[in-house]
């Protein structure tokens, strides 16, 4: 039995609550989120960054995305949960039609309003409304029945200094305030924790594998005011903040605060991000909008973008020592997936500029690699062996860049079947990387050059193909992307996305192929207009080992080629006589 499951019950029947949706987010919609807020994690034993799980006083079901169908499998084994799989991110309509079927009429559906956005509750009122169930936003289980809940982080926030971010807070405040008056709006919340950390050049380590500090921010024509708790606020971060007139309130002074504005203000709130706790609380008017630093953080400036370049050069250096001692020791059977994670981290750790992973590192070993999303424990991890498909998706945060890569190798005798699928992977990977695009053309309009390759041969895989990458921010960020889904948001000079296709095999192996590319300034013709292309960041070579050379065009082995010399040039400079003979080997031309 699931005692956790049982004391929430016990405590749905204390409140007349039938059904309750819980979220694995945040007040501020975090994708990770601190340990204080992982109350669906104690509950259910998933652990997966995207998973909405719903109890009902009789069932409980938990939906998440093909990234995690695997793991959730594994995880909610004998946990009272069953698994519902969706193609993308749990809609909030597929689980209302779940709770549709469990529920009669007048009885309550509850949520804890902190933990869901004005939309969501929006479209989960209309749609108990149209079944005649009730519906509640002040429902707090964690509150009240998580034993030993872990508390509130209150490490100390710094400052990202001007020479990194290329941009200094004033410049940010105005820019911002300029899209909030255009919105027809005096002032504007803002809750993303990623979107405060770079309005305000500030950072934190309250929540793994991002680097931001547990706060709100509310901005108008006549103040700033940053809510933080006041342990996070050292001398430093004082008189950064206040150059530029941002008073400081503790983080729970929000409430109180926003009840106060004044009914003359009209305030700019983001209903997708914005909690509707936060969102009920105003009583002034109120526009709905997208946040405008959201787009505004996404184009990279010049010194951002020269950061991610010198960040790629040590990452790549560290990445050719980690899978030198992978392949050292490998066949000897005394490593396994967490040792690999522990040495990627020792080298990036030899950056002075490295301030930790920009995510849980996963490294899967043969059947572990069609675990999309795979995290190995110490029970679970992999032993490797001197043979079989190994797939690293790794990646770290260093004050001029983040990064992220995967790189799909073998540990010796690769099979025809692995060589041709990886080759398949590789292809789609070479296209979209070297696309040329009009002005305007957004990401969806581009994924299938990715997949065609594999559409092909009647294979495909369930994840996006590219995600926004921030600087010194969230590994995954928008408001662009690359995926079959469809985002009207146009890809423009300084965006940075990954470009990651995959292929994944149940009880077999996984590949994925993923680099980081910059948008830029391509082509302007005369009678069609300005083209865009993308610049490859990353730099680490393919496992040509893998590479069914019989494939490839022409233009493809040059396009390797090209890449390959381009990542030995790069690297040489931060390696020493070993390392570049083994990069050399690498990088070597396929003809």
């Known amino acids: 039995m699931n005692n956790n499951l049982e004391a929430l019950r016990e405590y749905m029947r204390s409140k007349g609550v039938d059904a309750v949706i819980i979220p694995g987010t945040d007040p501020h919609q975090s994708e990770y989120v601190n340990d204080h807020w992982k109350f669906r994690d104690w509950l259910s034993g998933f652990t997966g960054s995207n998973g909405t799980a719903v109890v009902t006083l009789n069932n409980a079901s938990l939906w998440t995305d093909s990234r995690y169908f695997l793991q959730a499998e594994i995880e909610l084994e004998d946990s009272g949960f069953e698994l519902q799989q969706v193609e993308y991110r749990g809609e909030l309509s597929v689980i209302m039609q779940w709770i549709a079927q469990e529920l009669q009429e007048d009885d309550t559906v509850a949520v804890d309003g902190q933990l869901f956005t004005l939309r969501e509750t929006n479209q989960i009122e209309q749609i108990c409304g149209e079944n005649g169930f009730l519906f509640a936003t002040d429902f707090y289980p964690a509150d009240n029945i998580w034993d030993n809940r872990p508390p509130r982080p209150m490490s100390q926030a710094f400052v990202h200094d001007e020479s990194y971010a290329g941009e200094d807070v004033e410049s940010k405040l105005s820019r911002t305030m300029e899209k909030v008056e255009d919105a027809g709006a005096d002032s504007i919340l803002i809750t993303a924790l ?113 950061g991610f370049r010198k960040a790629m050069e040590r990452d790549g250096a560290a990445l050719v020592r980690l899978f030198m001692w992978i392949e050292q020791n490998a066949a000897s059977g005394t490593i396994n997936e967490l040792d690999v994670w ?8 030899k950056s002075e500029l490295y301030r930790g992973d920009s995510f849980e590192m996963i490294c899967g070993y043969r059947e572990h690699g069609a675990i999309v999303h795979y995290s190995a424990t110490p029970e679970s991890a992999s032993t490797l062996q001197g043979e079989g498909l190994l797939l690293v ?117 996984g590949i994925r192929t993923e680099n980081i590319l910059l948008v830029v300034e391509g082509k302007i013709t005369e009678n069609f207009g300005n083209f865009l292309e993308f610049e490859t960041l990353t730099l680490f070579p393919y496992d040509t080992r893998l590479i069914n050379i019989s494939m490839l065009s022409p ?22 006589d070993e390392e570049i003979a083994w990069l050399t080997e690498k990088c070597k031309a396929l003809f």
């Open 393 to 509: 998706d790794s990646g770290a945060q260093y004050l001029d860049g983040t990064t992220d890569i995967t790189r799909t190798i073998t540990l010796g005798n690769p099979t025809e079947q692995e060589k041709h699928d990886f080759t398949l992977v590789l292809k789609g990977h070479l296209a979209l990387s070297r696309a040329k695009f009009p002005v305007g053309t957004t990401g969806v309009q581009l994924d299938a050059f990715a997949r065609m390759p594999l559409w092909q041969e009647h294979m495909t895989y369930g994840h996006g193909t590219g995600h926004g990458i921030g600087h010194f921010l969230g590994c995954h960020e928008g408001p662009h992307s690359i995926n079959g889904r469809l985002n009207p948001v146009a890809l423009v000079p300084g965006m940075v996305a990954s470009n990651e296709p995959g292929l994944y095999k149940t009880g077999e192996y």
């Open 342 to 349: 522990d040495k990627g981290k020792q080298e990036r750790a």
């Open 555 to 576: 233009e493809e082995m040059k396009q390797i080629n090209d890449y390959h010399a381009m990542v030995l040039e790069r690297l040489t400079p931060y390696l020493n």
């Open 194 to 306: 990623d979107e405060i950390a770079w309005l305000l050049n500030l950072r934190g380590n309250d929540v793994d594998f991002t680097p931001v500090a547990l706060a709100y921010f509310y901005m108008s024509d006549k103040d700033r005011v940053i809510f933080i708790d006041g342990d996070k606020v050292t001398k430093e971060v004082k008189e950064h903040l206040g150059q530029y007139k941002v008073r400081i309130k503790d983080y729970d002074d929000v409430y109180k605060f926003l009840e106060k504005r004044n009914v003359n203000n009209t305030i700019l709130l983001d209903p997708d991000k914005v909690s509707d706790t936060l969102g009920q609380l105003l009583m002034c008017d109120k526009v709905y909008g997208t946040s405008p630093v959201e787009a505004l953080k996404s184009i990279k400036n010049e010194v951002q973008i020269e």
